[in-house]
C-alpha cells in the first residue's frame, strides 16, 4: 500500500549534475526515513545518503562534498542533487523509505519500501 517512484536518471559527462527525485504514495501515516542506495555493476548495493524526519542526514565519504539530500514533507518526496559527478557514481539508483502505515484493523506497523531504480550513467 506504499508505493516509490524515481526519476531524474540519465546520461551526463564527468563534471556534470543530475537531480533525482523520489515520491511516496500510499496510505502513509508517517516517514521516518528516506533515502538513496546505488548498485554499480558487479558490486553491492551500497548506501548513498539518507535524511531523517527530523532533518539529519548522513553521506557515504565517496558523496560528501558533491551531493545533497533533501525533502520536500509536504510532498513526502526526496532529492539527490548531485554535482562534480564522475565515472564511479554509474550506478542503478534506488530509493529507500521506512514508513509507518496508516493503521488497521491489526494496528500499525512499520515497512521497508523499495523504488524500481533508475540509471545513472557518467561518461564522455
Not at 533525482?20 to 496510505?27: E, T
Not at 554509474?90 to 488497521?104: F, I, K, Q, S
Amino acid at each position: 500500500q506504499v508505493q516509490l517512484v524515481e526519476s531524474g536518471g540519465g546520461l551526463v559527462q564527468p563534471g556534470g549534475s543530475l537531480r533525482l527525485s523520489c515520491a511516496a504514495s500510499g496510505s502513509i501515516f508517517v516517514i521516518n526515513v528516506m533515502g538513496w542506495y546505488r548498485q554499480a555493476p558487479g558490486k553491492e548495493r551500497e548506501l548513498v545518503a539518507t535524511i531523517t524526519n527530523d532533518d539529519r542526514t548522513n553521506y557515504a565519504d565517496s558523496v560528501k562534498g558533491r551531493f545533497t539530500i533533501s525533502r520536500d514533507n509536504a510532498k513526502n518526496t526526496v532529492y539527490l542533487q548531485m554535482n562534480s559527478l564522475k565515472p564511479e557514481d554509474t550506478a542503478v539508483y534506488y530509493c529507500n523509505a521506512v514508513v509507518l502505515v496508516v493503521p488497521g484493523p491489526g494496528g500499525y506497523r512499520y515497512l521497508e519500501v523499495w523504488g524500481q531504480g533508475t540509471l545513472v550513467t557518467v561518461s564522455s
